[in-house]
């Protein structure tokens, strides 16, 4: 079996990529995690941009921490896309990942995430998230949550969601009298909230009214 | 939903705590074979031996032709060993006594009777089960026919329905999955032997389960059947698929497909116990599952459900697969996949949204022991018109033993801001207090597994008819065998 190697599982699912799909600005960052060692990392995605972030994680010492955290808000034609490899080498390291997302306009989003937990990388504990709403027709989202999953002590799991904003909570907003623009914004800040990054809720909150 | 009390469950786990491969064993009929290879020829010769109209052939030799151009993809989680297509025989059938055309040879009655397949109306059970027995490459019998006729159900092997209702065949024959559809699928449509045909007419419900059984005895073939079920509108019908095949040291090819219409308003639910031979403890021989399933909800209110239970083959590669086209219409996946040994397994479901309002749910449960590989690959996509779609996914894999792998590979595609979907995935492995409380009470470890993996199974084999959730609790048992300790 060929453990380890970063094969792409979707071709026959997916479409071949045309060369629009190429992003410019793109960055290709990795990052090896020591034992002991704690990496914490955001990427904020703000409208206007178009972004392509590939990113690799080895964990490769004993009680290695890391923590992602991704928010991205399209509105107009952004092209964003994750690659995010989570690599447990080693046994005995936790990794978080949670990214949310908001797609309108005639924007794409790619969420392409995979974890893997080396043989006898034991008592990992390894979790990711992907969260989209969708506000538009044109907008379009993917997203490919991925375990491989090399070794049996651990705890992995991953969730992925696409929808709306919830219309139930909207009519509760405005049967209190809250207008409907901003029960919207109120509702996309609440939703983003977990991947803010401190000291930047104004400007991602600019950054909501805007679309 | 199934009740069972714990007085059958222990009986259960008594009988198979030393399981092994029970269909493991050679038929020895007379067959007439094709020889060896694939070509033009081959086809041609297939296609006359079933004597089939000319319309059939054309569609096979275009088949051939695509598949000449493509190649066998590589993308699976799977470690595929070459297949060399000219080493294999196409086509393997009994040999038919003259003088007693209508009776089936007492020998293929007795090796279905040791599978536990009753061939004889009055053995079946409580008169609930319509079977199809396909054995090798050609259909042995098909009971309860005449029941079925009195309303105008048809249910027959694939060549007698090409023979006895070819407009009703050549309507729907490939419009769900084109002979150039995938590799596997352009080589059975090339070659395909037999299989079964369904057809349930508007508003009837199929009074009894109807149940195909395949059977690969021969020694160097390859199986390659075709099911094509119509359920037309209003109608309803639960079609269960069962499969074995004798333990040999070289690994054997099954490329089926599976296509399934349901019209409006129709019900259509298929349940697979797939237990081909899986190949000894160093993953030496077994089954080659290589198959493509797929149905349409075409009209609006269709309702489609799959359940499976995977437990043999050296390698299943599937995914089973519907397409929601009419409107409110809704579809479900339900699978159990259990590899051991040096299985691997590469299978899970496409849901794809078309139409308003649909739904679909998927429960998949891996289990993975000794050294095998499990994965589950999904997709689920929503077209932008596919207002108000909804879909659930959960996939749970449970590890048992540190040299094996679990792996979830979803694909989540959305193009509609009105549809909804959730996927959510878990691994984890039996914990030792799950098994430390069982011991505790006098339960062995193996008895144990078996006992937390039925229960993690439940949601799923609760879903089965009667006969298959049995035999599917027992196969689970048995599949584990020496997984533990």
């Not at chain 2, 019900?267 to 797929?294: C, E, F, H, M």
């Amino acid at each position: 079996m060929g453990y380890g190697n970063y094969r792409d599982p979707f071709v026959g699912l997916r479409p071949p990529q045309d060369d629009k799909s190429v992003i410019p600005g793109g960055a290709k960052e990795s990052y090896t995690v020591q034992a002991g060692e704690k990496l914490d990392l955001t990427f904020v995605v703000l409208p206007g941009e178009s972004r392509d972030i590939d990113v690799a994680i080895d964990l490769v010492g004993e009680g290695a921490e890391v923590t992602l955290k991704g928010l991205y808000l399209c509105g107009g034609d952004e092209r964003v896309r994750f690659r995010i490899l989570m690599h447990h080498r080693s046994g005995g390291c936790v990794s978080h990942q949670l990214f949310n997302g908001i797609a309108g306009g005639s924007s794409r989003v790619t969420f392409d995430g995979r974890i893997i937990v080396a043989p006898d990388a034991q008592q990992t504990e390894a979790y990711q998230e992907n969260h989209n709403i969708l506000f538009s027709d044109q907008a379009h989202v993917e997203t490919t949550p991925q375990l491989e999953i090399y070794a049996d002590d651990v705890k992995c799991s991953h969730g992925a969601t696409t929808g709306r904003l919830d219309e139930d909570a909207l009519f509760y907003m405005r049967t209190r009298g809250v207008p409907v623009q901003e029960a919207r914004v109120l509702q996309m800040l609440s939703f983003l909230s977990p991947v803010i990054p401190a000291g930047r809720e104004e400007e991602v909150e600019r950054a909501i009214r805007s679309l | 939903m199934y009740p069972m009390d714990r007085n059958d469950e222990n009986t259960i786990i008594q009988e198979f705590t030393s399981g092994e491969y029970k269909e493991g064993f050679v038929t020895d009929v007379e067959q007439e074979f094709v020889p060896k290879g694939l070509n033009e020829d081959i086809i041609r010769t297939i296609s006359r031996l079933k004597e089939e109209p000319d319309w059939l052939l054309e569609f096979r030799l275009d088949a051939f032709r695509k598949w000449q151009g493509m190649e066998m993809p590589t993308w699976p989680h799977l470690d595929l060993p070459a297949i060399d297509f000219q080493d294999i025989i196409y086509y393997a059938a009994p040999k038919k006594d003259k003088d007693r055309p209508k009776e089936i040879d007492p020998k293929l009655a007795e090796t279905f009777e040791k599978l536990g397949i009753p061939l004889k109306e009055r053995d079946v059970l409580a008169g609930v089960v319509a079977v199809d027995a396909v054995f090798d490459s050609v259909s042995v019998t098909t009971t309860f026919r005449k029941t079925l006729a009195e309303k105008g159900i048809i249910f027959c092997s694939f060549s007698e329905a090409v023979k006895e209702h070819p407009d009703l065949v050549r309507k729907y024959l490939a419009t769900v999955v084109p002979s150039g559809d995938n590799y596997f699928a352009a080589l059975n449509s090339a070659v395909f032997s037999d299989g079964s045909f369904c057809y349930i007419p508007k508003g009837v419900r199929c009074p009894m389960d109807l149940s195909s059984y395949f059977r690969i005895n021969a020694r160097g073939t390859g199986q390659f059947e075709r099911t094509l079920i119509v359920a037309d509108e209003g109608s309803y019908v639960s079609y269960m698929e069962g499969c074995t095949a004798p333990m040999r040291d070289e690994q054997q090819l099954h490329a089926a497909v599976v296509e399934i219409i349901v019209e409006k308003d129709a019900d259509v639910k298929y349940s697979t116990v797939q237990n081909w031979y899986p190949g000894d403890a160093d993953g030496k021989g077994g089954i080659l599952n290589l198959v493509t399933k797929r149905g349409i909800c075409k009209g609006s209110g269709a309702h489609l459900s799959w359940t499976q239970v995977e437990t043999g083959s050296a390698i299943t590669w599937k995914y089973p697969s519907t397409i929601l086209k009419g409107d409110n219409s809704a579809s479900e996946f339900y699978s159990v996949a259990v590899t051991n040994n040096y299985q691997q397994a590469d299978t899970g479901t496409k849901m794809v949204h078309i139409g308003r309002n649909t739904k679909s749910r998927i429960v998949s449960k891996g289990i993975s022991a000794g050294r095998s590989q499990n994965s589950y690959r999904g997709l689920v996509r929503m077209n932008a018109g596919a207002q108000n779609a909804r879909n659930y996914s959960q996939c749970d894999s449970l590890l048992i033993g540190s040299r094996c792998g679990a792996h979830t590979f979803p694909v989540i595609r959305s193009d509609n801001p009105t549809a909804v979907v959730e996927h959510e995935a878990t691994t984890s492995k039996i914990s030792e207090d799950q098994l430390f409380y069982c011991n505790q009470r006098g339960i062995g470890p193996e008895e144990a597994v078996g006992l937390i993996v039925n229960g993690y199974a439940r949601e799923v084999l609760s879903r089965l008819p009667m006969e298959f959730a049995v035999e599917a609790q027992k196969l689970l048992q048995v599949s584990l065998e020496g997984s533990v300790g």
